[in-house]
């Protein structure tokens, strides 16, 4: 099983990004999705989540407001639109899956409770 995020890049600080999360091997609309991010020599940290089907999310309190979360069942994928980027935002970014059981309506805010990750792809907010 396995994730793949991308959309990563370089941008300034005040721009956009969009990171997706897709699977192969996953209905993601079935099962609570999470978005980390880790920055060299710093802990991994929690930005947000989306529950399962009824679609429940959660922001840390550092992208409240400038990142949104999103699922495109169509397309099997969960986006991350990130905006007003800044230059602390540089870090590596993961999605992860929570495999059951789970909690309708609720998505895990800590990493420990997800089963499955993808490989992050880098963010590097720069000017």
């Known amino acids: 099983a396995q994730l793949v995020e991308s959309g990563g890049g370089s941008v300034q600080p005040g721009g956009s990004l969009r990171l997706s999360c897709t699977a192969s091997e996953f209905t993601l609309e079935k099962y609570p999705i999470g978005w980390f991010r880790q920055a060299p020599g710093k802990e991994r940290e929690t930005i947000s989540c989306?529950?399962?089907?009824?679609?429940?999310?959660y922001y840390a309190d550092s992208v409240k407001g400038r990142f949104t979360i999103a699922r495109d069942n169509a397309n099997n994928s969960v986006s991350l639109q990130m905006n007003s980027l800044k230059p602390e935002g540089t870090a590596v970014y993961y999605c992860?899956?929570?495999?059951?059981?789970?909690?309708?309506?609720?998505?895990?805010?800590?990493?420990?409770?997800?089963?499955?990750w993808g490989q992050g792809t880098q963010v590097t907010v720069s000017s």
């Open positions: 989306i529950s399962s089907y009824y679609s429940g999310t």
């Open positions: 992860a899956l929570q495999g059951p059981p789970i909690r309708i309506g609720v998505c895990p805010t800590t990493g420990s409770e997800y089963d499955y």
